[in-house]
């Protein structure tokens, strides 16, 4: 009779756990819950900051190869508008374009960047909802590279923006959904005054437009404005 016990061997007994088998899981779970708090702590946020200062570094030539804008001398425009909703952010531009200013206008955090590093601008409309902004570390980062910028910033209604945005040297804060009456009013006040800080905004009360008389928004902004009301 044929011996099948090379094909088949028989199986062995399993082997028993080593000792402190069960403390050695524990650390080992400890160990790897250590490692995952770090990358939260250090690993993501480093590499949230490398991307970052590449985008940072490489965005200038690529808003120049898409050619959108001139290679030479500094182009120079008063307003950059950064809002994520494009009807919006098409007319405020085309109500202060209205008045011969020059107007940028973009929905994307490293077009904003790239922007603000080639052109030289009186002021900024930037919204905290566009995708993949990182919100008010972002604002932060930008006031320590521009402090000459005057920010608009626009955001969820929350009362402690206001306060924020003023702590982070911002010209005003505005609640979204955006009025288009306060968003120009803080326009006039950028492009046509030397004001730093919302008056009005600096005493941590929300915009009313109570900083400027009545009318004279609408002989400023012109058939622009008097369409967006």
């Known amino acids: 009779m044929r011996d099948y016990r090379d094909i088949f061997p028989p199986l062995r007994p399993p082997r028993p756990e080593p000792p402190f088998y069960w403390l050695a899981r524990e650390r080992w779970e400890a160990l790897e819950r250590r490692i995952d708090q770090a990358r939260q702590l250090f690993v993501r946020p480093a590499r949230r900051w490398l991307r970052l200062q590449v985008a940072y570094h490489t965005e200038p030539l690529r808003l120049w190869y898409r050619g959108e804008i ?7 425009a008063d307003l950059l508008i950064a809002i994520r909703e494009e009807r919006t952010r098409r007319e405020i531009a085309d109500a202060v374009q209205g008045e011969g200013f020059a107007v940028v206008t973009t929905d994307s955090p490293s077009a904003l960047l790239g922007h603000l590093q080639i052109t030289k601008f009186r002021g900024a409309v930037i919204d905290l909802e566009l995708r993949r902004f990182r919100g ?63 008056p009005v905004e600096r005493l941590g009360m929300p915009c009313d437009r109570s900083c400027v008389p009545e009318g004279t928004d609408i002989q400023r902004f012109g058939q622009g404005y008097e369409e967006l009301r």
């Open 70 to 76: 001139l290679s030479g001398r500094p182009p120079v």
């Open 136 to 198: 008010w570390p972002m604002i932060r980062w930008i006031r320590e590279r521009f402090p000459t910028l005057k920010l608009i910033v626009v955001g969820p209604r929350d009362p402690a923006n206001i306060h924020r945005a003023m702590r982070l040297g911002a010209f005003s804060y505005l609640d979204k959904p955006i009025d288009p009456s306060k968003l120009l009013t803080c326009i006039r006040n950028v492009l046509y005054t030397r004001i730093e800080v919302c």
